[in-house]
């Protein structure tokens, strides 16, 4: 079973959401939270396997709780998954770099955010190559989130590895990075793997904010 704690301080949602899990068979619920402080207690209690994080709550936003979950060596094994609405665009990428494995609308259809629970689980960003390039287009690379001194962060990375940093960037799945590459999937992990290691990159979706950060993908790139 995939534990899975709701912060939201919508009671509505949060009621909606439990119904979700309740009736998904292999999803359980592992508490419920209405701000940043509660989920933070709570998942350090109760040790979700996914945490569902709404952006905004009173007291403790779900960016703040997320940075201090993902920074957490006890909870590394946590995961968490952004609740968010059209209007929070701009946060998302703000949430991702705290460690937030990837978002869902709230207006997704059930079934949708039971399959992001399970993708979040098994260690996928879950991050369309279309919904990346829209975010990173409008914020990143306009804002103050890009990097002034591009490529520092990669010194430690080999030429192939910077070239599958640019794929992962571009929301290239491992299978695919592989197929362009002409290289197994086992070694495109591999690879990912490695990456991740040298940039202290909690999962792949901090390795997208790396590689539009650093000039490896630009906006509007494919």
């Known amino acids: 079973m995939i534990s899975v704690l709701i912060a939201d301080d919508q009671a509505l949602i949060r009621s ?3 119904d979700l899990i309740t009736h998904s068979g292999d999803l359980a619920i592992a508490g419920e939270a209405a701000d940043g402080h509660q989920a933070i207690a709570l998942a350090r209690e109760r040790r979700p396997d996914v945490v569902l994080m709404d952006i905004r709550m009173p007291g403790m936003d779900g960016i703040a709780a ?3 979950i993902c920074a957490d060596p006890e909870l590394s094994a946590v995961r968490v998954l952004v609740l968010t609405t059209f209007e929070e665009d701009e946060y998302i990428v703000a949430a991702l770099r705290a460690g937030a494995s990837g978002f869902i609308g709230k207006g997704a259809e ?3 955010i039971a399959a992001a629970i399970r993708a979040v689980h098994r260690g996928d960003a879950l991050l369309s190559p279309t919904a990346t390039r829209t975010l990173i287009d409008r914020y990143v690379h306009s804002s103050q989130l890009h990097t002034s001194e591009p490529l520092r962060a990669l010194h430690d990375l080999t030429e ?3 070239e599958v940093l640019a794929l992962v960037g571009s929301g290239r799945s491992n299978g695919e990075i592989a197929e362009l590459l002409v290289i197994s999937p086992h070694t495109a992990k591999t690879h990912v793997n490695r990456i991740m290691t040298k940039l202290n990159a909690h999962d792949r979706a901090q390795l997208v904010i790396a590689a539009y950060e ?3 993908v630009h906006p509007g790139g494919q």
Do not use: H, P, V
């Open 214 to 216: 650093n000039g490896l």
């Open 110 to 112: 059930r079934e949708e």
């Open 16 to 18: 909606a959401i439990a």
């Open 160 to 162: 192939r590895e910077s």
């Open 66 to 68: 997320t940075r201090e």
